[in-house]
T-cell receptor, first 115, second 114 residues
Framework: AQSVTQLDSHVSVSEGTPVLLRCNYSSSYSPSLFWYVQHPNKGLQLLLKYTSAATLVKGINGFEAEFKKSETSFHLTKPSAHMSDAAEYFCVVSDRGGGYQKVTFGTGTKLQVIP | GAVVSQHPSRVICKSGTSVKIECRSLDFQATTMFWYRQFPKQSLMLMATSNEGSKATYEQGVEKDKFLINHASLTLSTLTVTSAHPEDSSFYIC??????????FGSGTRLTVV
């Protein structure tokens, strides 16, 4: 079975403080994991992806995520939040179970950055 | 990097008419394309998966006669919303996957049915 859980629907941080957006996944196969960001009225933008290479993945805009198989987690972090980081973030899991590609989106985490 | 072009970005149509949305992979061959719908303040909902040259696989609850998907080539998939009604107003996004790329999303289409 494939599923993804974003543990927080809303996260609020002060500008300049660290960001942590949590994601747990379930997959019966070797999954690929992604984080996407969606700014208001815009399309999705890929932040980073894990596809069975290095477990610590660095993405754009200073974001990174660590794949932890033992914890089935893929949390997104950034050392210092900027106002422009305010957006909705989606964690996505994908695998090729049963011979076909399947993908599941998390329900999203809205990040608010307070000046 | 991989680019997926989705057109139009915005469309307003009258109730009862049909609207076609195009999704093109510009610099890679997309073996599989996905169509999503996003309701306000909600996550993306997968509507269907299409593989080039075969019929699309629709998710449960998605009307295949209403949302026609055609994946005629390795670089083009289309979604046609037939006999659109105001409740079809939504944000539709496609994504494509090729052998060497992960998921690449189009920029989305905001459909408003009046």
């Amino acid at each position: 079975a494939q599923s993804v859980t974003q543990l927080d629907s809303h996260v609020s941080v002060s500008e300049g403080t660290p960001v942590l957006l949590r994601c747990n996944y379930s997959s019966s196969y070797s999954p690929s994991l992604f984080w996407y960001v969606q700014h208001p009225n815009k399309g999705l933008q890929l932040l980073l992806k894990y596809t069975s290479a290095a477990t610590l993945v660095k993405g754009i805009n200073g974001f990174e995520a660590e794949f932890k198989k033992s914890e089935t987690s893929f949390h997104l972090t950034k050392p210092s939040a900027h106002m422009s980081d305010a957006a909705e973030y989606f964690c996505v899991v994908s695998d090729r179970g049963g011979g076909y590609q399947k993908v599941t989106f998390g329900t999203g985490t809205k990040l608010q950055v307070i000046p | 990097g991989a680019v997926v072009s989705q057109h139009p970005s915005r469309v307003i149509c009258k109730s009862g008419t049909s609207v076609k949305i195009e999704c093109r992979s510009l610099d890679f061959q997309a073996t599989t394309m996905f169509w999503y719908r996003q309701f306000p303040k909600q996550s993306l909902m997968l509507m269907a998966t299409s593989n080039e040259g075969s019929k699309a696989t629709y998710e449960q609850g998605v009307e295949k006669d209403k949302f026609l998907i055609n994946h005629a080539s390795l670089t083009l998939s289309t979604l046609t919303v037939t006999s659109a009604h105001p409740e079809d107003s939504s944000f539709y996004i496609c994504s494509a996957i090729g052998e060497s790329y992960g998921y690449t999303f189009g920029s989305g289409t905001r459909l408003t049915v009046v």
